[in-house]
């Protein structure tokens, strides 16, 4: 699961049901974990996924 406060510049995100990609440009700065974004990253209502991870 991607949110947002784990994401980076520079990493794709794909989703595998229509091929959506997205390049994270500038980095969240709200922070992750409890403190930050919980809401996962989403299309076609499934996670998207890390390219190359």
Do not use: H
Not at 36 to 45: A, K, N, S, W, Y
């Amino acid at each position: 699961m991607a949110n947002c406060g784990d994401m980076k510049p520079g990493d794709v995100f794909v989703c595998k049901v229509c091929g959506l990609e997205l390049k994270v440009e500038k980095a969240c700065t709200c922070g992750s974990g409890d403190t930050g974004c919980t809401v996962p990253l989403q299309c076609c209502g499934q996670d998207m996924t890390k390219k190359g991870a």
